[in-house]
Every structure is written in C-alpha cells, then in structure tokens.
C-alpha cells in the first residue's frame, strides 16, 4: 500500500532575508594555558576566504574588508592553495617593491606577484594543534615572525587546510591590546601584558 503524502504549504520569500552561514564561537577569554584550537579559525565550521592568484590586489584588499579578515588563502583554477597573501603584503612595502623591479602601476599587481608562495609557508598539523596550548602558538608565532599559521590534517596522502591562527585574534582573546604591527614589538607586548 502505497502512503499518501501531503506537500507542505509554501510562503513568499520576505525582503531582506539573509541566510545561515557556518558559524564558529571561539572563547572570548583564554590564557597562554587554554587549548589552542580555542584560538584557532576552524575551516570545518567558518567559510575559508579565498582569492584567485590571477585577481588584482585591490580586489584582494577590497574582499579582505568584506568578510573582516586580514589574511587570504590563494588559490589555482583546481582550488588547490598556492599561497597566501595579508593586508600587511597589500599595504606595505611589497607593491612598491614589484613595481620599482618589474615596472607598471599598483592596478597590474596581481595577487601572485605578492603573495607569500606554497613553497615559503611552513604548517602545523593538525595532531599537535590538538595537544597545544596557547603558549604554544604564540611561541612558534614568535619563532618565526609571522602573523598568522596554517593548520593542515591530512585526508589519505593530502594534505588539507584544516585552520588559521591569527595573532590579532590570540591577542584579542588573551585580552592583550596591539598597538602596532611591528611583530617584534607585537611580542614583547603580550608578553608584557600578560606578565610572562
């Protein structure tokens, strides 16, 4: 016997209805003790932000400030990550840089022109991320004078993009106030801050 279903009833979609987006709720106070996937950007339940390397860097800078980020994945026509590119790399001195070498106007420079390529990031897997905490971060931060870290775990041999740390965003949650981008500086003061 064969179950008769009945549709459901059906409405006008309202003006201005907006949508659900993954959502991530990141602790609004941690100490260099917390576990450190409590700072970090999980690409499981935020929209990574990405950019063709082909796009202009305006176009980056101009999608940066849409979604509030300061950092942009890079990306190849098979979505594959072939750099990353910040605000730092837009509005300091690297497009000054390229044009003085290679000519031409602030609208020709492309995201790959200044983007920090594959070759040059170094990663943290996603197994030791699991077992840090935030001490750890802003150590290896430290260590190698960045701003940000890309998280990757591994789906058979490949390796994914897994999260994102971000100093601004650690700071913020350690409630430690960054006055400049010097990352020296930035250091020192939160560890000062923190009293460490």
């Known amino acids: 016997m064969q179950q008769q279903y009945t549709p459901l009833k059906t409405s006008n979609l309202s003006s201005a209805t907006s949508f659900h987006q993954p959502a991530q709720i990141m602790p609004e106070k941690v100490t260099l003790a917390s576990a450190a996937v409590d700072v970090m950007t999980d690409l499981k339940k935020i929209m990574a932000v990405f950019i063709p390397a082909e796009r202009n860097i305006d176009t980056a800078k101009q999608r ?14 098979h979505n594959c990550v072939v750099g990353l590119i910040t605000a730092t790399d837009i509005l300091g001195e690297k497009p000054m840089q390229f044009i003085q070498k290679h000519g031409g106007k602030r609208e020709d420079i492309l995201v790959k022109d200044i983007m920090t390529p594959r070759e040059k990031l170094e990663v943290l897997s996603m197994e030791d991320v699991s077992a840090a905490k935030v001490g750890n971060l ?51 003061e939160i560890h000062g801050q923190l009293g460490s």
């Open 138 to 188: 802003v150590a290896t931060l430290e260590r190698s004078g960045r701003q940000h870290a890309l998280v990757v775990d591994r789906d058979a041999d490949l390796q994914k993009v897994r999260g994102i740390f971000s100093l601004t965003q650690i700071a913020r949650q350690l409630g430690v106030q960054l006055e400049t981008h010097e990352i020296v500086r930035t250091f020192a």
């Open 64 to 77: 940066m400030i849409k979604h509030g980020v300061r950092l942009l994945l890079v990306i190849d026509d």
